[in-house]
């Protein structure tokens, strides 16, 4: 390889932060950009972004990047935050601010299609239970009670399907961000039973194509605002959950991903489509044949961590000597802060945080420590739901600490490999665009690896029933505040 050589792009549009980065083929990272956007709360449980404001970061990533790059650019590949819906005009321009996937506003209706059966009969037709951010509920909302904006779009689509269209004026989208909440995941292609079992068989035209691998070509506009060549390969990769997977290596059945961030994303590679049980998480078509992602995106995360830390008035920096002063004994916690409940490993609008044991004596450290568990307690109950058998893989701003990743080995009890940097989202994206173009795929970066202590996980064993027990008690009380 020479500096002559060309670089394939990832661009990873992230709810907080866009950011882009430039990929050699043997893996490393040679350049990266990022821009902060704005995720914006009008009102109680109601989470929107201005579109024109997230292409525009998208846009701005490159742009820079490719100011600093002096190699050749071969492919871009573009993912971004799932679920939601980003409504567009036939030319692709925003009628309304997007609806976030942390939206509660259509919890009701999640409730009422949980009392008249159609969640559990959607799950066991597609692997997939929907929840009030996914854009099966948000959309029959807009229906009922916005339907001139709806009768305004001519695309009901996904973030990073978005960014795509305007940089290339594809209107696509791809298996994994049609998983939810339409996609047959045997078929490939939109349930229209569950579309018209949903109330929205009028509103079908607003659902894209779904195509494995969608690759644009950079228009001219687009072009001339980044400053990378028209004609410039682009690629809608899977959306950041499966880019994720994909950048990390996870390709053997049964091995699972952890995304420590604003959310616990856990993730298992599977062969077949399991509809039974409990009905629960999501089942992502990858793009390889008969091979999906059993995935449980909990919506407690680094979010509950940070709340609590501003609740004791300590920063991210304290965390290390937080955890090493802390103690849980005495304390448990069930860690659910976000607005819209929780999603995984069970969809609970309602479910609301709590932590049982506080005295006089509770320090801030405590309360720390004991968040850090609770979030790790999740991580096991979704990996566990999940099907883990093989390998464990995690990266995320909350693996970054040394002493929490500690916490989720011993928790799990088991070897967690920790990658190193923050670009997994973006790797991915790139490793997609170049395999779909024949080009070397990008390589997992290198990592560490936490070891389980075993008196520890005998430990967390324990506290881990405890925290299942406590759970089980508490769903009855958050179906009866609704």
Known sequence: MTSSDPVVVGVDVGTTVTKAVAFDSDGTALLRTARPTVLDRPGDGRYEQDI????????????????????????????GQGDGVWLVDAEGRSVHPAISWLDARAAPVIEAWE????????????????????SGPVLAWLDAHEPSVLDRAATAGYCKDIVMQALTGLRATDPSDA????????????????????????????????????????SRSAAAATGLPAGTPVVAAPYDLPASALGAGVTEVGDGLLIVGTTLACQVLVDTVDTGGEACGL?????????????LPAMVGTAALDWV??????????????????????????????????????VAPRARGRIDGLHLGVGPADLVRTTCEAIAYSARHCLTTAGLAGSLTACGGGVASA?????????????????????????????????????????????????????????????????????????PAWVASG
């Open 52 to 79: 024109d404001t997230v292409v525009a970061s998208a846009v701005g990533v490159l742009a820079e990047l490719a100011r600093g790059l002096d190699r050749t650019v071969a492919a871009v590949g573009i993912t």
């Open 309 to 346: 830390l501003r609740l004791v008035g300590a920063t991210v920096s304290d965390l290390p000597r937080l955890l090493t002063d802390g103690s849980s004994n005495g304390l448990s916690m069930l860690p659910f802060l976000a607005e819209a409940g929780e999603r995984a490993p069970f």
């Open 179 to 218: 998983s939810a909440p339409f996609l047959d995941p045997l078929r490939r292609d939109y349930d229209e039973e569950l579309i018209a079992a949903c109330g929205l068989a009028h509103r079908r035209h607003l659902l894209a194509p779904v195509t494995t691998a969608p690759t644009g070509a950079l």
């Open 283 to 295: 089942t992502l078509s990858t793009w390889q044949d008969r091979r999906w992602l059993r995935a």
């Open 403 to 475: 002493a929490w990743a500690q916490i989720f080995a011993d928790v799990l009890d088991r070897p967690l490999h920790v990658l190193s940097g923050d670009e997994t989202g973006a790797r991915g994206a790139a490793r997609a665009a170049a395999e779909t173009l024949g080009r070397p795929a990008t390589a997992p970066p290198p990592g560490r690896t936490h070891h389980p202590d075993p008196a520890a996980s005998a430990r967390y064993a324990a506290g881990y029933e405890r925290y299942l027990t406590q759970i089980t008690a508490a769903r």
């Open 115 to 134: 009392t008249e059966g159609l969640l559990d009969s959607a799950y066991r037709r597609t692997g997939t239970l929907m929840f009030p951010g996914c």
